[in-house]
């Protein structure tokens, strides 16, 4: 066995550890995560990393550093160990291996017009405030899109089955949990990425990582000046090929006995498989192997011109939802909600800011508790596509939450203060009477008065006995639960129309308690 074996076991420990972590803070059922150790094990993913120091630069930024020094050490360390997809690669080219006779991987010729080209498109809409891009090739927020719009529903589908199975049994100690599916576009998108990556990976190993994924293209601009590289020992080597075999990357050409570092993934599959013992792992030409036998006259010849590095800018408890629904509204409405604007998560300050930093991981869509965020389609436009909106149909955002606002790994939902929160306007309550159940069917209703946590829908005189809404639009942050509680289909008596920049409500009017003196001690 090679002596640094040692290398690849630790590499296959690394990157299921970080699969694992990435995987539950996408799944966690009940939020029993807590923010701080979300934030933690997203902080390493490249492209977030990148994001979020366009918004504010500090440690909490600067995992893409990191891994941008370990990339001109060691090389690709980020896509080897850190990045989900490139783990969610292996295991399917390990299944293929399991269960398919096939022929083994040989090397390829790079494919650099294409990456380079592809990863020049990235930076440049992304500089111009574009994150479309960014959006649909970034590995870690595919990865997100993957186990909340496909994974995340079965698991919990299945844990709400076993919870059924225990409940039976007299035990209770399981959660059940409430979720919905999402919209038929983020689940497609994300289907369809999961389909690409595991034909590619079947076919072809590490192709997407090494053809189209922005973050293996940049990091392996800087691994090609890596210190420590695996290279081939020409006098030592006898062609046998072994080494290329097993090169997921297929970035080593057996026939010139080289190695396209910028294309390697640092899985170290060749350092054992070597019969002659000729693959080494280098340190300015110094052997880090056990073989002894070096020519110490023996230099890389075809050192390259030192390009310049390119400029980095793409750089509890559940809370219940409301238990029943107000009845009423028999009679279909006939007005739609015309909507110009949709609301966006509180502490995005607005429209442009969180469409230009959000890479659409869908994080905060599986950790929020009434459901009301929700992957977009069309509605920000075409550069918007599946980032989190607030969609009032499925949810409310409740009053004292602040959960997305403390895990969004970019910094497109900035971390906002409950105190904040709470007088956030990210939209505007408008009501359509002839929608109203009060009109249509002049019964009382109030569901949407009932709902609101700052009164700024107050019932008032009607006709008769009957009240009927008032919005106060001064203290209405637009939270959405009067839209939500709202009971007429197909269209609601009132709506959200969201703010393009959030600005910050008045505080609401609080009715002064008044206390009746009496001059008994004990008047009951």
Known sequence: MHSLYWLRFLRIVVSLFFLLLTSLIFLDPAQWIPGWFTSAVVWPQFAPSVVRFTVSAGLAASGFLLFTLLALLFGRVYCSSICPIG???????????????????????????????????????????????????????????????????????????????????????????????????????????????????????????NTICPVGSLLGIFSRFAIFKISIDKMACNSCGQCSKVCKAQCINVKHKEVDFSRCVACYNCLDVCPSNGVLYNLNNISLNAKTERNPLKKDKDRRTILKALMIFSAFATTRAFATRTTGGEKPTEIPEEKQNIASPPGSLGHSHFTKKCTACHLCVSICPTHVLQPSFLQYGLHGLMQPYMDYHSGFCNFDCTLCSEICPTGAIKNIAPDDKKLAQLGIAKFIEKNCVVYTDNTDCGACSEHCPTKAVNMVPYKGALTIPLVNEKICIGCGACEYACPTKPYRAIFVEGNILHIKADEPVQDEIVIEKTEEDFPF
């Open 87 to 209: 783990t969610l690669q292996d295991i399917i080219s390990w299944f293929k291996k399991l269960f398919f006779k096939t022929k083994p991987l040989k090397f390829a010729r790079p494919q650099n017009i294409l990456r380079y080209s592809i990863l020049a498109l990235v930076i440049i809409s992304f500089v111009f405030g574009i994150s479309l891009l960014v959006n649909l090739l970034d590995p870690y927020s595919n990865f997100g899109r993957i186990m909340t719009n496909l994974v995340r529903p079965l698991f919990l589908a299945g844990g709400n089955v076993l919870a059924n199975v225990l409940e039976k049994n007299d035990i209770f100690w399981m959660p059940k949990t409430t979720f919905k599916l999402f919209h038929a576009s983020s689940v497609g998108f994300a289907s369809g990425f999961l389909l690409l990556i595991g034909w590619m990976s079947f076919v072809r190993g590490r192709l997407f990582c």
